[in-house]
């Protein structure tokens, strides 16, 4: 079966400008969470959502961040005026139920930011 | 705060048993994970343990926790070189939010 997917799987970009990364989760999973891995650093939590709304938005690094969810299927995180510390590989992973407690993950999208 | 910590390279030779640390600070955690990344692949759990056991063995990982120090261990059986891997390591805090340890590469030699 289909597992979690992303795209694009590499983006480079220059400073300042806006990027756009898509997830799409495993059919019927309800719970969606975007994390951000930086090298040598663990996974760092910035969003998740339950169906289409995002009840903890504490874990985006800045305004320039935004996520958003429709359908309670394919999800979007927008970085605006992107910066070179925005530079990571971003992983979405979704899970059954939000209390389940596995997560399956999706390969990432690595983001370079020259 | 939140935070787990794990150190970053394990080095083993085949048929040993490995050993992956990792210290939490959270102590309201529910259950703690362990998580396996095998290169160009997304990552994947291996087993998991809630709070409030101290030991779950799965074949050949025994996971380890003493909750009164917050360390949590995976230990691995007649290590292969397919084990060879990113290993997280992470704790579920409130309802939903998991954090995750930077992860731990292990090397296993032929």
């Known amino acids: 079966g289909a597992g979690v997917s992303q795209s694009p799987s590499n983006k480079v970009t220059e400073k300042g400008k806006d990027v756009e990364l898509r997830c799409d989760p495993i059919?019927?999973?309800?719970?969606l969470y975007w994390y951000r891995q930086s090298l040598g650093q663990g996974l760092e939590f910035l969003i998740y959502f339950q169906g289409n709304s995002a009840p903890d938005k504490s874990g985006l690094p800045s305004d320039r961040f935004s996520a958003e969810r429709t359908g309670g299927s394919v999800s979007t995180l927008t970085i605006q005026r992107t910066q070179q510390e925005d530079s990571a590989v971003y992983l979405c992973?979704?899970?059954?139920?939000?209390?389940?407690?596995?997560?399956?993950f999706g390969p990432g999208t690595r983001l370079t930011v020259l | 705060g939140e935070d787990v910590e794990q150190s970053l390279f394990l080095s083993v030779r085949e048929g040993d048993s490995s050993v992956i640390n990792c210290t939490y600070t959270?102590?309201?955690?529910?259950?703690l994970y362990w998580y396996k990344q095998e290169p160009g692949a997304g990552l994947q759990l291996l087993t998991y343990?809630?709070?409030?056991?101290d030991m779950k063995q799965d074949q050949r990982l025994t996971v380890l926790l003493n909750k009164k120090d917050k360390h949590l261990s995976l230990r691995i059986a007649d290590t292969q070189t397919g084990d060879s891997a990113i290993y997280f390591c992470?704790?579920?805090?409130?309802?939903?939010?998991?954090?995750f340890g930077a992860g731990t590469r292990l090397f296993v030699k032929a």
């Open positions: 343990i809630f709070s409030n056991m």
């Open positions: 059919s019927g999973h309800t719970a």
């Open positions: 992973a979704s899970s059954r139920l939000a209390l389940d407690n596995e997560q399956f």
């Open positions: 992470a704790e579920r805090v409130g309802g939903f939010k998991t954090i």
């Open positions: 959270d102590s309201s955690s529910t259950y």
